[in-house]
């Protein structure tokens, strides 16, 4: 034990010190995994409930780590956060996912919209709206084509300098949605105030529909609120046909799920993307 002072004991355990040597080790991976750009996206589809068809993805980052396999982002991405590399590694994100999308829309596979996951700490420390302006430069990809899903924490902070950067996007022609949405107080204040074109129902919600008449109210109230306010609402987390015909029955414009798709590397995605006729 080590004394903090002030009468302030706190016990350092053999096993937190085990711990603490584990996250210094993966955040010295993490560093050279930037570097060594073991990174890769994959890419899930989403589809239109309007005419089942595939009208985009979201790219989903993945870390191929030379001894431990492929791993998914609630492996790093705290870590990540922490120290700061999130940054290049969302920015390398940003311009991925821009390129790939500017390949498959010029290889004819229809206006594939791709969706790009964005952190607060990158809202807070770097200017958005400058590398998406140069990732599209880069890529040629159509603004339009662009999403940025933005989480509730960067929507709630009402911060004026997000609202600036929110608003230099928009001109830009790229779309902003909001991820996991739920339908807290905070939401619905911040909904109206920012220039959003999309709300992603959160697949708790999604998950809950066969479990009673709350989710169900839940999912009904996102959709008409959505729809109230001019936005596209999409569910997340679809594994079930029962969830699909709800979510259709209730106007939802368009779902994303392991019903129709895993996250897949690229070249599984465009397989998958022609075996649906696309
Ligand atoms: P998210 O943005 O909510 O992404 C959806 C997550 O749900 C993905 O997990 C996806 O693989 C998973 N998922 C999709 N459909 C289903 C389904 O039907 N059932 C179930 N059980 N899960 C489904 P993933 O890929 O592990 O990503 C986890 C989170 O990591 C993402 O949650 C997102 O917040 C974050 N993330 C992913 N890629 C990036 C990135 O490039 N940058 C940043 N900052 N965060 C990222
Ligand atoms: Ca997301
Ligand atoms: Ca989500
Ligand atoms: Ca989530």
């Given at each position: 034990a080590k004394s903090l002072g002030g009468g302030t004991w706190r016990f350092f355990s053999p096993d937190m010190a085990r711990r603490a040597s584990e996250q210094a080790q993966l955040e010295a991976e993490l560093r050279s995994a930037v570097k060594r750009q073991e990174f890769e996206l994959h890419y899930q589809p989403f589809v239109d409930?309007?005419?089942?068809?595939v009208v985009g993805a979201e790219a989903l980052l993945r870390w191929r780590h030379p001894q431990r396999g492929m791993l998914r982002p609630d492996a790093f991405l705290g870590l990540a956060e922490e120290s700061g590399l999130i940054l290049p590694i969302n920015e390398w994100v940003l311009r991925e996912a821009c390129r790939q999308g500017a390949v498959w829309n010029a290889a004819g596979h229809g206006a594939l919209r791709i969706a790009v996951n964005v952190s607060p700490i990158q809202f807070r420390r770097q200017k958005v709206g400058d590398l998406v302006r140069e990732a599209l430069a880069e890529s040629g990809l159509r603004p339009d084509l662009l999403e940025l899903e933005l989480t509730e924490g960067i929507l709630i902070s009402h911060d004026d300098q997000i609202l600036g950067e929110m608003a230099l996007l928009r001109s830009l022609g790229v779309s902003l949605s909001v991820d996991?949405?739920?339908?807290g107080y905070s939401s619905l204040s911040y909904i109206r105030n920012f220039p959003l074109q999309r709300l992603k129902i959160d697949s708790s919600f999604v998950k809950e529909l066969a479990h009673g008449p709350r989710a169900l109210a839940i999912v009904r109230t996102i959709i008409d609120l959505g729809h109230i306010l001019n936005l596209q609402v999409l569910a997340e987390g679809v594994e079930e046909e029962e969830q699909l015909a709800v979510l259709r029955a209730e106007g939802c414009d368009e779902v994303q799920g392991?019903?129709?798709?895993?996250?897949?590397?690229p070249a599984a995605f465009i397989e998958w993307l022609s075996a649906q006729g696309m």
């Amino acid at each position: 034990a080590k004394s903090l002072g002030g009468g302030t004991w706190r016990f350092f355990s053999p096993d937190m010190a085990r711990r603490a040597s584990e996250q210094a080790q993966l955040e010295a991976e993490l560093r050279s995994a930037v570097k060594r750009q073991e990174f890769e996206l994959h890419y899930q589809p989403f589809v239109d409930l309007r005419d089942n068809s595939v009208v985009g993805a979201e790219a989903l980052l993945r870390w191929r780590h030379p001894q431990r396999g492929m791993l998914r982002p609630d492996a790093f991405l705290g870590l990540a956060e922490e120290s700061g590399l999130i940054l290049p590694i969302n920015e390398w994100v940003l311009r991925e996912a821009c390129r790939q999308g500017a390949v498959w829309n010029a290889a004819g596979h229809g206006a594939l919209r791709i969706a790009v996951n964005v952190s607060p700490i990158q809202f807070r420390r770097q200017k958005v709206g400058d590398l998406v302006r140069e990732a599209l430069a880069e890529s040629g990809l159509r603004p339009d084509l662009l999403e940025l899903e933005l989480t509730e924490g960067i929507l709630i902070s009402h911060d004026d300098q997000i609202l600036g950067e929110m608003a230099l996007l928009r001109s830009l022609g790229v779309s902003l949605s909001v991820d996991d949405f739920s339908t807290g107080y905070s939401s619905l204040s911040y909904i109206r105030n920012f220039p959003l074109q999309r709300l992603k129902i959160d697949s708790s919600f999604v998950k809950e529909l066969a479990h009673g008449p709350r989710a169900l109210a839940i999912v009904r109230t996102i959709i008409d609120l959505g729809h109230i306010l001019n936005l596209q609402v999409l569910a997340e987390g679809v594994e079930e046909e029962e969830q699909l015909a709800v979510l259709r029955a209730e106007g939802c414009d368009e779902v994303q799920g392991y019903y129709f798709s895993r996250p897949l590397p690229p070249a599984a995605f465009i397989e998958w993307l022609s075996a649906q006729g696309m």
